[in-house]
């Protein structure tokens, strides 16, 4: 339910933005039987994975596959809101992940595997096959994964301090396989690996053996969030879409609400923000609300990289598979080699993740044997990053090579970058920041005991989402925010 565009509404909690960390929080705080109000600047919830219609064609905006695919927060979070009929999630059976590796000889290797990996001769043997693994090798690959699967508790915490590229190579891995966990790392987390918080790495990988690489819900993988708004007006709250939030509001140092371009005011006894650390504390809020050494280290919380790419919609099966990484042993991105890219000194062959929703829900598509799919390359997170262009003129030249009949089944061509992500969810209210992929780059000094708190200092008001509260890659860190932020406001407001 919602009130008029003028007036004034009184409820437990207001959310900002319904990305998965606020679609998450609201809907939770709901079910605990809160009265929220949750607010979208867009049409539909989702955030940066929410899914559009596009006349025949339904996929992503920017392109999402939940990792991990079992067992996973999104699974629990559907459970308690008894909604999972509504929402069936999607993990295609067979070797349906492609991994494309150029070998430094010039040879393209593949590799198909399953989502949920078993460990089965075939797998040892394809690493052999297209990394060019020993037994020596192999039991160093063992070796590590060892380690993934046992470090818990301290023992894991300790690692918030240190950089996983640093992790891995003391395993002493060949090149290739060194590769091929860079690259998988990059993806997941779209930050540097040489900086990437080991504690973060490690437990996602652990996920993802435990769980599987790929999961898709049912009609777009931004349809939770959907259900997740739904729930909160089937609870006696309200929802509203293609608002922006002007204000949150702040009487006697305390917030009390949030005041919407549409001049809504929507009083509240909390404010809970998806909306991003930086927008929600320099421009909602407003600095003057917080202590000066809180201000300065917000403005220099540093964000993932962004993504750049196109979504395709095709008119055959020109893929074969669901999730295609491809790569080469130059590819994988560290400091160094990110920074010599903004140079304009590339690789021949950049991180490149193709994802296939047709492939995970073929119902997506209209007419059958058509195909939605969307290309991915790093870049800076810089809305106006001129690196962009150059990340997509690049992926086409590989993707011509590897699919030379591509282009002549191409209905639709969308690009996008970090310019598009800002727009739609993200303000960029400081240099170099908004189009960022997840939010706050999991890095070393901004994980763990370093990670943002959820309470801000302003009493009242809460961040949720990939910048404070959670822990895992992407989503799942989100959703995983959203448990942990809807309990501690639950309590907070008594």
Not at 11 to 16: L, M, R, S, Y
Not at 130 to 145: K, R, S
Not at 255 to 268: H, K, M, N, Q
Not at 357 to 382: I, R, W, Y
Request: aromatic share 8%; with cysteine.
């Amino acid at each position: 339910m919602a009130e008029g565009s003028s007036g004034s509404a009184d409820f437990d909690v207001a959310v900002i933005g319904a990305g998965y960390g606020g679609a998450t929080v609201a809907a939770l705080l709901a079910h605990a039987g809160r009265r929220v109000a949750l607010v979208e600047k867009t049409r539909r919830a989702g955030g940066k994975t929410q899914t559009m219609d596009r006349g025949k064609y339904r996929y992503e905006m920017f392109g999402a596959v939940g990792i991990p695919a079992l067992n996973s927060r999104f699974h629990e979070l559907v459970d308690v809101l008894g909604v999972a009929e509504r929402v069936p999630f999607l993990v295609p059976q067979g070797d349906v992940a492609s991994v494309c590796y150029k070998a430094p000889s010039g040879e393209w290797r593949t590799m198909r595997s399953p989502l949920v990996q078993t460990g089965d001769p075939q797998q040892i043997d394809n690493l052999r096959r297209v990394f060019g693994a020993t037994d020596d090798d192999l039991t160093a690959f063992g070796n590590m994964y060892a380690a993934i699967m046992t470090l818990e508790g301290e023992a894991l915490d300790a690692l918030d301090d240190v950089g996983m590229l640093g992790w891995l190579r003391s395993f002493r891995l060949p090149e290739p396989l060194i590769s091929q966990v860079c690259t998988q790392l990059n993806m997941l987390f779209v930050v540097p690996v040489n900086r990437l918080a080991a504690s973060e790495a490690i437990l996602t990988l652990r996920q993802q053996a435990l769980g599987g690489a790929g999961r898709y819900h049912a009609r777009g993988y931004g349809r939770v969030a959907e259900v997740c708004a739904e729930y909160v007006t089937e609870h006696g709250g309200a929802y509203f879409t293609s608002e922006r939030v002007r204000r949150v509001l702040v009487e006697r140092g305390r917030a009390v609400g949030i005041e919407t371009g549409e001049d809504r005011v929507l009083r509240a006894r909390a404010v809970i923000s998806n909306a991003g650390i930086q927008p929600t504390v320099l421009k909602l809020a407003g600095r003057e609300h917080f202590p000066a050494d809180y201000v300065e280290r917000v403005e220099a919380l540093e964000p993932s990289w962004a993504i750049a790419g196109i979504r395709y919609v095709l008119d055959a099966e020109v893929f074969d598979a669901a999730l295609i990484p491809i790569f080469s042993d130059e590819s994988w991105l560290d400091d160094d080699r990110f920074a010599r890219m903004q140079a304009g000194s590339w690789p021949e062959i950049p991180v490149i993740g193709i994802d296939v929703p047709s492939a995970f829900d073929p119902s997506l598509v209209a007419v059958p044997g058509h195909q939605v799919l969307n290309s991915q390359v790093f870049c800076s997170a810089d809305p106006a990053t001129p690196m962009a262009d150059e990340a997509i003129r690049r992926a086409e030249v590989v993707l011509d090579e590897l699919w030379p009949d591509l282009r002549k089944h191409i209905i639709r061509k969308e690009p996008y970058g970090p310019l598009q992500c800002s727009g739609l969810t993200r303000d960029s209210v400081l240099p170099g920041c908004g189009g960022e992929a997840v939010g706050l780059a999991q890095v070393v000094g901004q994980c763990g005991k370093s990670k943002p708190n959820p309470r801000t200092p302003l009493p009242g008001l809460y961040i949720v989402g990939c910048d404070a509260g959670g822990r895992g890659a992407g989503t799942h860190q989100a959703v995983d925010s959203g448990f942990n932020v809807a309990a501690m406001v639950d309590a907070d407001i008594g």
